[in-house]
């Protein structure tokens, strides 16, 4: 399988002030990534999809301005959550289809945002 | 786009029982079904997938069947243990670089 990596794990920030989390595969490389989003005791949605060297597309309902998606290389991802408030407080977690075009998908490890 | 529903939310079973997981999907063009563990602050942990052309996969405990006609599919875990305690989500995708939709998640209980 494809192996990523993901940080920070845990992050605690105060209300308007910006986070990055960072994604990066390690043994191959990612074309595509996948953002997903993860409220307590509720199910893995989908925020967005990023592309190497292309802008991200977004669901509906999430803030392109908000949650803003790098993809510049083919082994780093990054999502960056500015102006973060207390609703935004959830786990992030990354994901790639690797390299097998199966349709499994690889997940970093995820990361828990607190904003307080 | 696809939608995805699983039931039942949560599950309570004697260490030893079967434990069943069932979920329906809405995209015919779908035609890859994982089935993830995740435990609490933990990445979701694939234990079994299938693909439409296969109606049933085993490993171990742990079986899956697909009915494409009626676009629904369960995940069945036998002689269940403690450990198996955990949330499980269904997922579809058509495959290919395609994200999952996953369904809501079923909170499984293994009482000993």
């Known amino acids: 399988g494809a192996v990523v990596s993901q940080h920070p794990s845990r992050v605690i920030c105060k209300s308007g002030t910006s986070v990055k989390i960072e994604c990066r595969s390690l043994d191959f490389q990612a074309t595509t990534m996948f953002w997903y989003r993860q409220f307590p005791k509720q199910s893995l949605m989908l925020m967005a999809t990023s592309n190497e060297g292309s802008k991200a597309t977004y669901e509906q309902g999430v803030e392109k301005d908000k949650f803003l998606i790098n993809h510049a290389s083919l082994t780093l991802s990054t999502l960056t959550v500015t102006s973060a408030h207390p609703e935004d407080s959830s786990f992030y977690i990354c994901?790639?289809?690797?390299?097998?075009?199966?349709?499994?998908?690889?997940f970093g490890e995820g990361s828990r945002l607190t904003v307080l | 786009g696809e939608n995805v529903e699983q039931h039942p939310s949560t599950l309570s079973v004697q260490e030893g029982d079967s434990a069943v997981i069932k979920c329906t999907y809405s995209d015919s063009a779908s035609n890859y079904f994982p089935w993830y563990k995740q435990e609490l602050g933990k990445r979701p942990q694939l234990i079994i997938d299938i693909r439409s052309n296969v109606g049933e996969k085993k490993d171990q405990r742990i079986a899956v069947t697909l009915n494409k006609t009626a676009k629904h599919f369960s995940l069945h875990i036998t002689e269940t243990q403690p450990e198996d305690s955990a949330v499980y989500f269904c997922a579809a995708s058509i495959g290919g670089n395609t994200p999952l939709v996953f369904g809501k998640g079923t909170r499984l209980s293994v009482i000993a």
């Open positions: 994901s790639t289809p690797g390299q097998t075009n199966t349709g499994e998908l690889f």
